[in-house]
């Protein structure tokens, strides 16, 4: 799973990006063209407890990676900015499963605002716009070719041809009136077709406000007000105030618990920050667990019990005779497998059965 983090120029992109990754990328440099990759393991506390159950050789938590993208620049008539980025930046974006949306809500007049004045909202439409004409452009381009060059080729061909010309042309009028593609109501079909497109609007969007040291305690209103005003689908709005949660982590654990409580901050927003990347996707993690290893698996949410064999590998699927399975929570109370099993607590699944997140799943499969 790969994340994008945007943003305009001054957000502080890079240090959120620092703060997640514990990197040390260089800040402060205003819309510099340096392209920052770095993952990150999904805190899951579920692990280090059946750890302590199976004493493993090793943990495997599930990961992210993050991808910290210079801002494009601003587009004007006959040049969309997204397109001005290098070849490889423009392509990390597109590729991206899922956007990080930096938006600056800090003040300080040692940095100020490039604009003079912070507004999150302003900042958050602005680069919003930017990827509606990004998508928009590229819309215009496929439906050019599609009626000059679309109405040849097979039967088969052409019907393909005439599905995606609709609904390219509902994803137009959509953004010219200003909505994102994922205010669209899609089916299956429609999500076929538009998946080569890799769309910017399309993608889910964890807005994440960057506040500073005087806002930390109304963090929360903060994002809540903003997520009441910014109403579009598959999109999260958090807060976090990325210059104190890098500082926090270049500190020791008992250093940093006297700076949390100075701050009055009663927990970090790191791990939150991470786990809402995580449920922005729509995964859902299930577990594995013995003596050589507990490990967390991401699937999509409403993956089969099949599709979790494939996760492990495509032999348990394709092999795939059962799947015995058990709540976290019921194996961690009754302390052993053995002892789950032999109070009824674990479940025989076939091939359909929706794997839920924390079950713990051992496959069964024939060689």
Not at 20 to 32: C, E, V
Not at 98 to 116: F, K, N, Q, T
Not at 151 to 158: D, S
Not at 314 to 335: H, K, M, Q, V, W
């Amino acid at each position: 799973m790969q994340i994008a983090i945007v943003g305009l120029a001054g957000a502080g992109k890079t240090t959120v990006f620092n703060t997640l990754t514990r990197g040390t990328a260089q800040t402060g440099g205003y819309g510099g063209l340096q392209l920052n990759v770095g993952v990150v393991k999904v805190p899951d506390e579920r692990l280090d407890r059946l750890a302590e159950l199976f004493r493993p050789k090793k943990i495997v938590h599930a990961d992210v990676t993050y991808v910290d993208l210079p801002a494009p620049p601003a587009s004007t008539d006959g040049r969309v900015g997204t397109e001005e980025l290098p070849a490889e930046h423009l392509a990390r974006l597109r590729e991206a499963d899922a956007l990080i949306h930096v938006v600056r809500a800090w003040d300080d007049p040692a940095l100020p605002h490039p604009d003079g004045t912070v507004d999150a909202g302003r900042d958050l439409e602005r680069l919003d716009l930017e990827f509606l004409l990004a998508d928009l452009a590229l819309v215009d381009r496929r439906l050019e070719r599609l009626t000059s060059g679309g109405r040849h080729g097979t039967p088969a061909e052409r019907e393909a041809n005439e599905r995606e010309e609709v609904v390219l042309r509902r994803i137009k009028e959509a953004l010219e009136a200003g909505r994102p593609i994922r205010d669209i109501e899609l089916d299956v079909d429609d999500e076929k077709a538009l998946r080569g497109f890799r769309f910017l609007t399309q993608k889910p969007v964890l807005v994440l406000l960057n506040v500073g040291e005087a806002d930390l305690e109304r963090e929360h209103d903060l994002s809540g007000d903003l997520a009441a005003a910014y109403t579009h689908r598959h999109t999260l709005v958090d807060a976090l105030s990325a210059k104190i949660e890098m500082e926090l982590g270049q500190l020791e654990p008992d250093e940093a618990a006297v700076f949390m409580q100075e701050l009055g901050i009663g927990q970090s927003s790191l791990d939150r920050v991470i786990a809402l990347s995580y449920r922005l996707v729509g995964l859902i993690s299930f577990l594995t667990a013995g003596p050589d290893e507990v490990r967390a698996w991401p699937v999509p949410d409403g993956s089969t019990a099949v599709d979790a064999a494939g996760a492990i590998h495509t032999d348990l699927a394709r092999g795939f005779i059962r799947a015995e399975t058990i709540p976290y929570e019921d194996l961690l109370s009754e302390g052993s497998m053995a002892e789950a099993k032999r109070h009824g607590k674990v479940r025989s699944e076939g091939k359909t059965y929706r794997v839920r997140d924390g079950d713990v799943v051992e496959i069964l499969f024939s060689r």
